[in-house]
């Protein structure tokens, strides 16, 4: 079957540095997505992986490993407005988007 | 950048009730748009997903016949949730995909509220 593993929760210091690791099994890959979504609000494209490596958009950087199909998301600077759940999505030969559950992200003061 | 817009925002109305839910990508063309639905503090599920002058895909567990898919013009589909009973409060996402573009992100709606008494 296919699968995204990712933490259930996590709790950060504001100011912090965060990182949510994602694991995936999936049939084939086109792509990997990470998406925030706050309570009760439709989930924001973050940020897009297809090659190994980082890639950096302001406080926020994804990191994907094809052969381990793995990637983490990196907060750094933390704000209250974080505080959020971050979803994984993968794309697989299919282009179909297989989810991950989300990781909701606590940020304390 | 991409837009998708999704109306009504939210929804009460007393069970039996069908209900119209839209989504319209804005400002691209969408062969394909998606529709999700989410109970409280889990994640998205996946219910079917919308093609432009076909049938629409649905996901295993879904009833095509409770959850009516249209999807008549490349910027518009609709989700209708026919005879809707209490089970089926949740909230309702769309999102959309520029058509041609398969390996870019989706485009989420602000997303539905569906409230049924």
């Known amino acids: 079957g296919q699968n995204i593993d990712q933490p259930t929760e996590m709790t950060a210091t504001e100011g912090a540095i965060v990182q949510i690791n994602c694991t995936y099994q999936?049939?084939?890959?086109?792509?990997l997505f990470w998406y925030q979504q706050h309570a009760g609000e439709a989930p924001t494209f973050l940020s897009y992986?297809?090659l190994d490596g980082l890639e950096e958009k302001g406080r926020f950087s994804s990191f994907l490993s094809r052969s381990k199909g793995y990637s983490y998301l990196l907060l750094k600077e933390l704000q209250m407005k974080d505080s959020a759940s971050y979803l994984c999505a993968v794309k697989n030969s299919n282009y179909q988007l297989i989810w991950g559950a989300g990781t909701k992200l606590i940020i304390k003061p | 950048g991409a837009v998708v817009s999704q109306h009504p925002s939210r929804v009460i109305c007393k069970s039996g009730t069908s209900v119209k839910i839209e989504c319209r990508s804005l400002?691209?063309?969408?062969?394909?748009m998606f529709w999700y639905r989410q109970f409280p503090k889990q994640s998205l599920m996946l219910m079917a997903t919308s093609n432009e002058g076909s049938k629409a895909t649905y996901e295993q567990g879904v009833e095509k016949d409770k959850f009516l898919i249209n999807h008549a013009s490349l910027t518009l589909s609709t989700l209708t949730v026919t005879s809707a009973h209490p089970e089926d409060s949740s909230f309702y996402i769309c999102?959309?995909?520029?058509?041609?573009?398969?390996?870019?992100?989706?485009?989420f709606g602000d997303g539905t509220r569906l409230s049924i008494l």
């Open positions: 999102s959309a995909r520029e058509s041609g573009r398969e390996g870019q992100p989706q485009h």
């Open positions: 992986n297809v």
């Open positions: 999936t049939s084939g890959f086109n792509g």
């Open positions: 400002d691209f063309q969408a062969t394909t």
